[in-house]
Protein backbone atom coordinates (compact mmCIF):
# COMPACT_ATOMS: atom_id res chain seq x y z
CA UNK A 1 0.00 0.00 0.00
CA UNK A 2 1.20 3.51 -0.56
CA UNK A 3 2.40 3.94 3.19
CA UNK A 4 3.32 7.19 3.45
CA UNK A 5 3.97 8.18 -0.45
CA UNK A 6 2.60 10.14 -2.16
CA UNK A 7 0.92 10.25 -5.86
CA UNK A 8 2.34 12.84 -8.49
CA UNK A 9 -0.25 14.93 -9.34
CA UNK A 10 0.67 18.11 -11.49
CA UNK A 11 0.31 21.05 -9.60
CA UNK A 12 3.13 23.80 -10.26
CA UNK A 13 5.09 24.69 -7.21
CA UNK A 14 3.65 22.10 -5.10
CA UNK A 15 5.36 19.39 -2.55
CA UNK A 16 4.76 16.09 -3.10
CA UNK A 17 2.00 14.13 -4.36
CA UNK A 18 -0.67 13.04 -1.52
CA UNK A 19 -3.34 10.78 -0.36
CA UNK A 20 -6.86 12.06 -0.78
CA UNK A 21 -9.57 11.80 1.94
CA UNK A 22 -13.19 10.58 0.90
CA UNK A 23 -16.26 10.34 2.94
CA UNK A 24 -17.29 8.51 4.72
CA UNK A 25 -13.89 8.15 6.18
CA UNK A 26 -14.63 5.04 8.21
CA UNK A 27 -15.28 3.24 4.41
CA UNK A 28 -11.56 3.33 3.42
CA UNK A 29 -8.95 1.24 5.02
CA UNK A 30 -6.63 3.69 7.44
CA UNK A 31 -3.63 2.08 5.97
CA UNK A 32 -4.28 3.46 2.52
CA UNK A 33 -1.68 6.75 2.11
CA UNK A 34 -1.93 9.61 0.15
CA UNK A 35 0.17 11.92 -2.79
CA UNK A 36 1.91 14.28 -5.39
CA UNK A 37 4.31 16.64 -4.04
CA UNK A 38 6.02 19.24 -6.27
CA UNK A 39 3.40 18.75 -8.91
CA UNK A 40 2.09 20.96 -11.93
CA UNK A 41 -1.40 20.82 -13.74
CA UNK A 42 -1.58 17.96 -16.10
CA UNK A 43 -3.25 18.49 -19.67
CA UNK A 44 -5.86 15.68 -20.34
CA UNK A 45 -4.83 14.13 -23.84
CA UNK A 46 -1.07 13.73 -21.46
CA UNK A 47 -2.45 11.15 -19.11
CA UNK A 48 -5.13 9.17 -20.69
CA UNK A 49 -4.02 6.26 -19.03
CA UNK A 50 -4.88 7.86 -15.72
CA UNK A 51 -8.03 6.59 -13.81
CA UNK A 52 -9.47 7.99 -10.50
CA UNK A 53 -10.30 5.21 -7.83
CA UNK A 54 -13.51 6.39 -6.36
CA UNK A 55 -16.06 5.05 -3.43
CA UNK A 56 -19.24 6.46 -3.29
CA UNK A 57 -18.02 8.57 -5.85
CA UNK A 58 -15.33 10.56 -4.13
CA UNK A 59 -11.11 9.71 -5.48
CA UNK A 60 -9.40 8.21 -3.13
CA UNK A 61 -6.45 6.31 -4.97
CA UNK A 62 -5.68 6.25 -8.49
CA UNK A 63 -4.96 3.49 -10.99
CA UNK A 64 -3.97 3.19 -14.75
CA UNK A 65 -6.04 1.60 -17.98
CA UNK A 66 -4.23 -1.62 -19.23
CA UNK A 67 -7.03 -2.76 -21.35
CA UNK A 68 -10.51 -0.60 -22.10
CA UNK A 69 -12.22 -2.55 -18.91
CA UNK A 70 -8.79 -3.53 -16.82
CA UNK A 71 -7.17 -0.99 -14.40
CA UNK A 72 -4.00 -1.94 -12.64
CA UNK A 73 -3.71 -0.29 -8.84
CA UNK A 74 -2.46 -0.96 -5.74
CA UNK A 75 -3.12 -3.57 -3.94
CA UNK A 76 -3.48 -1.51 -0.13
CA UNK A 77 -6.14 0.44 -2.13
CA UNK A 78 -8.58 -2.69 -2.48
CA UNK A 79 -7.38 -4.67 0.94
CA UNK A 80 -10.76 -5.13 2.81
CA UNK A 81 -12.80 -3.19 -0.07
CA UNK A 82 -14.81 -6.51 -0.77
CA UNK A 83 -17.93 -5.33 1.03
CA UNK A 84 -17.87 -1.96 -0.70
CA UNK A 85 -17.55 -3.09 -4.20
CA UNK A 86 -21.28 -2.12 -5.14
CA UNK A 87 -19.71 1.38 -4.32
CA UNK A 88 -16.64 1.19 -6.14
CA UNK A 89 -15.88 2.84 -9.54
CA UNK A 90 -13.14 4.56 -11.56
CA UNK A 91 -13.45 8.23 -13.37
CA UNK A 92 -11.57 8.05 -16.46
CA UNK A 93 -10.98 10.71 -19.43
CA UNK A 94 -10.62 13.64 -16.70
CA UNK A 95 -8.54 15.83 -15.21
CA UNK A 96 -10.83 16.54 -12.13
CA UNK A 97 -12.44 14.75 -10.04
CA UNK A 98 -15.62 14.69 -11.64
CA UNK A 99 -16.77 14.21 -15.41
CA UNK A 100 -15.02 12.34 -17.93
CA UNK A 101 -16.63 8.53 -17.72
CA UNK A 102 -17.56 6.91 -14.81
CA UNK A 103 -17.98 2.94 -14.74
CA UNK A 104 -18.18 0.87 -11.94
CA UNK A 105 -16.78 -2.24 -10.38
CA UNK A 106 -17.16 -6.03 -11.93
CA UNK A 107 -14.17 -8.04 -9.92
CA UNK A 108 -11.03 -7.03 -8.43
CA UNK A 109 -7.99 -9.42 -7.28
CA UNK A 110 -4.68 -8.26 -5.05
CA UNK A 111 -1.51 -10.23 -5.41
CA UNK A 112 -1.81 -13.29 -3.07
CA UNK A 113 1.31 -12.61 -1.71
CA UNK A 114 1.02 -8.94 -0.98
CA UNK A 115 1.23 -8.22 2.70
CA UNK A 116 1.28 -4.72 4.91
CA UNK A 117 4.88 -6.02 6.24
CA UNK A 118 7.07 -5.64 3.70
CA UNK A 119 4.79 -4.24 1.10
CA UNK A 120 5.89 -6.64 -1.59
CA UNK A 121 3.90 -7.35 -4.69
CA UNK A 122 1.69 -4.39 -4.16
CA UNK A 123 -0.17 -4.64 -7.16
CA UNK A 124 -4.30 -5.55 -7.69
CA UNK A 125 -6.06 -5.82 -10.99
CA UNK A 126 -9.95 -4.22 -11.27
CA UNK A 127 -12.62 -5.30 -14.24
CA UNK A 128 -14.83 -3.09 -15.23
CA UNK A 129 -18.37 -3.66 -15.51
CA UNK A 130 -17.93 -2.29 -19.08
CA UNK A 131 -15.37 -1.13 -21.55
CA UNK A 132 -14.68 2.56 -21.76
CA UNK A 133 -14.75 3.92 -25.46
CA UNK A 134 -11.36 4.81 -26.18
CA UNK A 135 -10.26 8.48 -27.38
CA UNK A 136 -7.22 11.09 -27.29
CA UNK A 137 -8.56 11.45 -23.84
CA UNK A 138 -9.12 7.75 -22.47
CA UNK A 139 -6.39 5.31 -23.74
CA UNK A 140 -4.52 2.08 -22.67
CA UNK A 141 -0.93 1.94 -21.65
CA UNK A 142 1.34 -0.64 -21.92
CA UNK A 143 3.09 -2.68 -19.71
CA UNK A 144 6.81 -2.42 -19.26
CA UNK A 145 8.92 -5.75 -19.73
CA UNK A 146 11.99 -4.56 -18.49
CA UNK A 147 13.15 -2.38 -15.29
CA UNK A 148 14.06 0.72 -16.48
CA UNK A 149 18.38 1.81 -15.47
CA UNK A 150 18.79 3.87 -12.36
CA UNK A 151 18.94 7.54 -13.46
CA UNK A 152 15.76 7.27 -16.26
CA UNK A 153 13.54 10.12 -16.81
CA UNK A 154 10.06 9.52 -15.58
CA UNK A 155 6.65 10.85 -14.34
CA UNK A 156 4.50 10.33 -11.71
CA UNK A 157 0.54 11.98 -11.99
CA UNK A 158 -2.46 11.96 -9.69
CA UNK A 159 -4.71 13.89 -7.50
CA UNK A 160 -2.45 13.16 -4.27
CA UNK A 161 -1.82 15.50 -1.33
CA UNK A 162 0.43 18.24 -2.25
CA UNK A 163 2.54 18.04 0.86
CA UNK A 164 2.68 15.90 3.70
CA UNK A 165 -0.87 15.69 5.21
CA UNK A 166 -1.13 18.56 3.14
CA UNK A 167 -4.01 20.17 1.06
CA UNK A 168 -5.79 18.28 -1.81
CA UNK A 169 -5.82 19.12 -5.14
CA UNK A 170 -9.08 19.30 -7.81
CA UNK A 171 -7.29 18.80 -10.62
CA UNK A 172 -4.84 16.45 -12.30
CA UNK A 173 -0.83 17.14 -11.03
CA UNK A 174 2.33 15.65 -12.64
CA UNK A 175 5.89 15.56 -11.31
CA UNK A 176 9.03 15.00 -13.65
CA UNK A 177 10.95 12.76 -11.68
CA UNK A 178 14.34 10.36 -12.24
CA UNK A 179 14.35 6.29 -11.48
CA UNK A 180 16.59 5.19 -8.45
CA UNK A 181 17.89 1.63 -9.21
CA UNK A 182 16.88 -0.55 -6.32
CA UNK A 183 20.92 -0.93 -5.35
CA UNK A 184 21.33 2.71 -4.95
CA UNK A 185 17.50 2.78 -3.15
CA UNK A 186 18.62 0.51 -0.80
CA UNK A 187 22.26 1.69 -0.37
CA UNK A 188 23.35 4.36 2.63
CA UNK A 189 22.91 7.09 0.62
CA UNK A 190 19.17 6.85 1.14
CA UNK A 191 17.60 5.81 4.20
CA UNK A 192 15.45 2.65 3.53
CA UNK A 193 18.54 -0.07 3.47
CA UNK A 194 16.71 -3.66 3.50
CA UNK A 195 13.42 -2.76 3.37
CA UNK A 196 13.15 -2.20 -0.63
CA UNK A 197 12.71 -5.39 -1.65
CA UNK A 198 13.02 -6.82 -5.45
CA UNK A 199 9.17 -6.39 -6.34
CA UNK A 200 10.19 -2.35 -5.89
CA UNK A 201 11.35 0.32 -7.87
CA UNK A 202 12.26 3.71 -6.63
CA UNK A 203 11.89 7.25 -8.20
CA UNK A 204 13.24 10.56 -6.67
CA UNK A 205 13.61 14.30 -7.53
CA UNK A 206 14.45 17.24 -5.27
CA UNK A 207 11.19 18.50 -3.72
CA UNK A 208 9.21 16.05 -5.87
CA UNK A 209 7.62 12.81 -4.94
CA UNK A 210 3.89 11.08 -5.28
CA UNK A 211 2.07 11.68 -1.76
CA UNK A 212 -1.57 10.79 -0.11
CA UNK A 213 -4.02 10.14 -2.64
CA UNK A 214 -1.41 9.23 -4.84
CA UNK A 215 -1.32 5.45 -4.35
CA UNK A 216 -1.96 3.37 -7.22
CA UNK A 217 -1.11 5.75 -9.63
CA UNK A 218 1.06 5.32 -12.99
CA UNK A 219 4.90 5.71 -12.79
CA UNK A 220 5.64 5.60 -16.43
CA UNK A 221 9.23 6.28 -18.39
CA UNK A 222 9.66 6.02 -22.17
CA UNK A 223 6.11 5.68 -22.62
CA UNK A 224 5.49 2.61 -20.52
CA UNK A 225 3.82 2.02 -17.47
CA UNK A 226 6.83 1.10 -15.22
CA UNK A 227 5.38 1.57 -11.52
CA UNK A 228 3.01 1.81 -9.43
CA UNK A 229 2.51 4.18 -6.17
CA UNK A 230 3.03 2.00 -3.42
CA UNK A 231 4.62 3.25 -0.41
CA UNK A 232 7.07 6.38 1.01
CA UNK A 233 8.03 7.80 4.36
CA UNK A 234 6.70 11.27 4.44
CA UNK A 235 6.73 12.75 0.88
CA UNK A 236 9.48 14.62 -1.04
CA UNK A 237 12.22 14.22 2.08
CA UNK A 238 15.61 13.68 -0.38
CA UNK A 239 16.68 10.75 1.97
CA UNK A 240 13.23 9.06 1.31
CA UNK A 241 12.69 8.40 -2.58
CA UNK A 242 8.92 7.52 -3.65
CA UNK A 243 8.72 3.67 -3.92
CA UNK A 244 6.72 2.24 -6.40
CA UNK A 245 5.39 -1.47 -7.19
CA UNK A 246 7.82 -2.81 -10.33
CA UNK A 247 5.71 -3.40 -12.97
CA UNK A 248 8.14 -5.21 -15.28
CA UNK A 249 8.62 -8.09 -12.24
CA UNK A 250 5.28 -8.20 -11.72
CA UNK A 251 4.35 -8.45 -15.41
CA UNK A 252 3.76 -11.82 -15.40
CA UNK A 253 0.90 -12.00 -12.63
CA UNK A 254 -0.60 -9.17 -13.89
CA UNK A 255 -0.93 -10.50 -17.72
CA UNK A 256 -1.87 -13.91 -16.10
CA UNK A 257 -4.48 -12.88 -13.62
CA UNK A 258 -5.73 -10.11 -16.18
CA UNK A 259 -6.64 -13.99 -18.57
CA UNK A 260 -9.31 -15.22 -15.31
CA UNK A 261 -10.64 -11.97 -13.65
Known sequence: MFVKISIVVVLTSLPALAFVAVEPWNSIPPHIDRRVVGGSPAIL??????????????????GSLIEPD?????????????????????????????????????????????????????????RLKS??????????????????????????????????????????LYINTFIVGRKQCASPQYSYGDKIQETMICAASPGKDACQGDSGGPLVSGGELVGVVSWGTNCAKDEYPGIYADVAILRDWIIKTAKTL
Open 70 to 126: LVLTAAHCLLGMERNIDHLGIRAGSIIKSGGSSVGIKAFTTHPKYNLDDKMNDVALI
Open 45 to 62: EAYPWQVSLQLFDKHYCG
Open 131 to 172: KLELSNSIKTIKLASSTPKHGAPAIVSGWGTTSYRGSRPDSL
